[in-house]
């Protein structure tokens, strides 16, 4: 994420060395105590982005590739005044790749009352090294998955801090938006709903899983969408989600070719997400019908709002979403860096 607008100085200082510039502070590893603080200063860093030490936690300190070697942390007159966060896979997502070549820069921030000074690059060139190091020739910025805070670096609420990352070497690969849809008032579509009845009466059945199904959820979900998307799936039910939080799509043979459901990630009902359906199905209506019958869900449980962080604008997905009357709230840039600038 795009966090904190910083101005870059020319000097490299290494990590624990004295800068130049008096009273700009000194750059060390993370060490015990420095969560609360260096989470009060993310939300003066970061104020369109803030966390709580409960989500710091679940998404850093117990992600199992965290390294605190490469969560940098700037220190002025004793107090925390910036961060900046790499981190490698050391436990692969599935399988056995840890990605040897790919390095992640999750979030950095700078006080806006130390700005100027060179803090940003200096924590930020200090985390490439580290790194580098480590044999990483490629960084992608914010998407790490599955423990991203954000998608990429909203270039709107962070310009500063996108000229930053400019400067040292990520170029733009992609966009992603955040979509948001109010569900006060909200009701299925007749044409949606007439469209489901007609999938059932080919012999489709949509309905909460029963614990059976999610074997073949699960491997859908692998083997469609990558990693990241079973992972959520599990973790949610291993954190107590209820089963009805997720609708699937049985066709007519009880294959699950479908999915869609709200919960999944750190508990935020409203959070609307992971969805998807096999290849081989898409064009159906299976996705519109999947999509609206969460939605209903979702507001009969009460929700006033359904949002999710990432899908591309102009996908098929996002043309999906529209459709639905989720509007665009957010657009991120997705950046990475190759080699050295």
């Known amino acids: 994420m795009g966090l904190g607008p910083v101005r870059d100085a020319d000097e490299r200082t290494p990590m624990d060395h004295a800068t130049p510039h008096a009273g700009a502070g000194h750059v060390r590893a993370f060490a015990p105590g420095d969560v609360a603080p260096l989470v009060a200063a993310w939300a003066r860093g970061a104020p369109y982005d803030p966390v709580t030490p409960e989500r710091f936690r679940l998404q850093v300190l117990l992600d199992p590739n965290f390294d605190p070697a490469g969560l940098h942390v700037a220190v002025r007159d004793g107090a925390v005044v910036g961060a900046a966060y790499g981190v490698r896979r050391t436990v692969p997502t599935a399988g056995g790749d840890l990605e040897p070549e790919q390095g992640w820069v999750p979030f950095f921030f700078v006080d806006p009352a130390v700005r100027r000074a060179g803090l940003g690059r200096r924590l930020l060139t200090g985390v490439l090294d580290w790194l580098a190091g480590h044999g990483r020739t490629r960084v992608d910025f914010a998407s790490y998955t599955p423990h991203y805070f954000l998608p990429g670096l909203d270039r709107a609420a962070y310009p500063d801090a996108a000229r930053l990352l400019a400067k040292l ?3 733009p690969r992609g966009e992603a938006v955040a979509m948001d849809l109010g569900l006060v008032g909200h ?3 007749d044409a949606v709903r007439e469209r489901a009845a007609a999938l059932t009466a080919e012999g489709y059945r949509f309905g909460t899983p029963r614990d059976d199904d999610l074997v073949g959820l699960l491997r859908l979900a692998g083997d469609e969408f990558g990693p990241d998307w ?3 799936i599990r ?3 291993e954190g107590g989600a209820p089963l009805d939080r997720i609708v699937t799509a049985h066709d007519p043979s009880g294959r699950v070719v479908g999915w869609a459901m709200h919960g999944a990630y750190e508990g935020l009902a409203e959070r609307f997400g992971p969805f998807g359906v096999r290849a081989d199905q898409r064009g159906t209506g299976l996705g ?4 609206h019958l969460t939605l209903e869900r ?4 009460g929700a006033h709002g359904a949002w999710f962080l990432w899908t591309g604008e102009r996908s098929p997905a996002g043309r999906l979403y529209r459709s639905a009357g989720f509007v665009t709230t957010r657009t991120f840039e997705i950046l990475r860096r190759e080699g050295r600038p």
């Open 288 to 291: 519109k019908v999947l999509l």
């Open 235 to 237: 973790r949610a039910l």
């Open 298 to 301: 979702m507001r009969a449980a």
């Open 169 to 171: 070497g990520f170029r």
């Open 230 to 232: 079973p992972w959520a």
């Open 187 to 189: 009701r299925m579509p």
